[in-house]
């Protein structure tokens, strides 16, 4: 089992509004891959209730309301996908691990997921997980 982190689903599912580097459609590419393995039952992944939230948010600022809605709903009817809901406290524990490996406060409660879930490997795009000695991330 991996962690799936936000930024896999928003390169997935935003849509470009103007023309993109090719590296920027490599990573587009690869994240619709993943999500296309997800979708289809392919394998069993983990995530927040705080990234479902971070992936709704940011994807309610650059597209319609409904079709943002009819994601967020498509991801929390997936079986295979875990949402683990944290509690204030692992909030709070994330904080402080985000000050000391110096990575996104939502990064830091990831990892502290996975520690808790003995997930050593995440799906994301974000290059703070490379500061966590012990997670491996996946790209493709």
């Given amino acids: 089992m991996r962690f799936i982190d936000a930024s896999v689903f928003l390169y997935a599912y935003l849509k470009p509004k103007k023309r993109i580097p090719v590296d920027?459609?490599?990573?587009?590419?690869?994240?619709?891959?993943?999500?296309?393995?997800?979708?289809?039952?392919?394998?069993?992944?983990?995530?927040?209730?705080?990234h479902i939230s971070e992936i709704a948010n940011i994807l309610g600022s650059r597209s319609s309301i409904i079709t943002t809605a009819d994601i967020i709903s498509s991801l929390l009817d997936l079986s295979n996908l875990d949402i683990v809901e944290p509690s204030k406290a692992m909030y709070e524990t994330s904080i402080e691990s985000s000050r000391s490996y110096?990575?996104?406060?939502?990064?830091?409660?990831?990892?502290?997921?996975?520690?808790?879930?003995?997930?050593?490997?995440?799906?994301?795009?974000?290059?703070?997980?490379?500061?966590?000695?012990?997670?491996?991330?996946?790209?493709?």
């Fill in 102 to 140: 110096n990575v996104g406060i939502n990064d830091a409660l990831a990892h502290i997921v996975m520690e808790r879930e003995n997930i050593s490997e995440v799906y994301s795009f974000d290059g703070d997980f490379d500061k966590f000695k012990d997670v491996k991330r996946v790209t493709a």
């Fill in 24 to 50: 920027i459609e490599v990573l587009k590419k690869n994240a619709r891959n993943i999500v296309r393995r997800i979708e289809n039952r392919e394998e069993q992944v983990t995530t927040t209730l705080i």
